[in-house]
């Protein structure tokens, strides 16, 4: 089992609509989650970061943890063709030093 | 904002050449990371540092190498480049520390063709 899955899409939605990203992880003793944006041949850009259960809410981005159930997800509403992207999962496992492991990604493609 | 700044946006060597990519943040965060992506491969951590002059593996560090003589900059190196290191190679910094939790932050990536 991968430490962390996602599904690789793509994941097709109509502009407007709520694209929803789902992510799920192995160790259970894991406490910080990331969400990242990854536009073609650019560089990984955070934007949103979880550590309680529950839903986190910046602009059209909800970050959602559920930790008994070891998934996170990230709901993007009223989604634009610019939102257009591969969304990666990332998770620090126990340990030090704040390694990072990450999903493989799941691309998202927002259409007019 | 963090700035995570990389010496090169593209870069062609040849094989056997002695490569040097540069990293520079200006967030003074302890902790700075070497990751190469790869089409279906994804994110794959190559090296870490913690902290001045410290190393760390990560989980393909076979023909790289890295240094850390200063906070601000980290610098991987391919002692003989071969053409299975072409590559997008990811710089990113974090700070260490449950206040600050543990965010990573990329610059934007050096595509290195090795011929």
């Known amino acids: 089992q991968k430490e962390v899955e996602q599904n690789s899409g793509p994941l097709s939605v109509p502009e407007g609509a709520i694209a929803s990203l789902n992510c799920t992880y192995s160790?259970?003793?894991?406490?910080?989650f990331f969400w990242y944006r990854q536009y073609s041949g650019k560089s990984p850009e955070l934007i949103m970061s979880i550590y309680s259960n529950g839903d986190k809410e910046d602009g059209r981005f909800t970050a959602q943890l559920n930790k008994a159930s070891q998934y996170v997800s990230l709901l993007i509403r009223d989604s634009q063709p610019s939102d257009s992207a591969t969304y990666l999962c990332?998770?620090?496992?126990?340990?030090?030093?704040?390694?990072?492991?990450f999903g493989a990604g799941t691309r998202l493609a927002v259409h007019p | 904002d963090v700035k995570v700044t990389q010496s090169s946006r593209y870069l062609v060597k040849r094989t056997g050449e002695k490569v040097f990519l540069e990293c520079v943040q200006d967030?003074?965060?302890?902790?700075m990371f070497w990751y190469r992506q790869d089409p279906g491969l994804g994110l794959r951590l190559i090296y870490f540092s913690y902290d001045v002059k410290m190393k760390e593996k990560g989980d393909i560090p076979e023909g790289y190498s890295v240094s850390r003589e200063k906070k601000e900059r980290f610098s991987l190196i391919l002692e003989s480049a071969s053409t299975n290191q072409t590559s997008m190679y990811l710089c990113?910094?974090?700070?260490?520390?449950?206040?600050?939790?543990?965010?990573?932050?990329f610059g934007p990536g050096t595509r290195l063709t090795v011929l």
């Open positions: 160790d259970r003793v894991s406490q910080s």
């Open positions: 990113a910094s974090g700070s260490y520390g449950a206040g600050a939790y543990n965010e990573q932050f």
């Open positions: 990332a998770v620090i496992l126990r340990g030090g030093y704040n390694k990072l492991i």
């Open positions: 967030m003074d965060h302890e902790n």
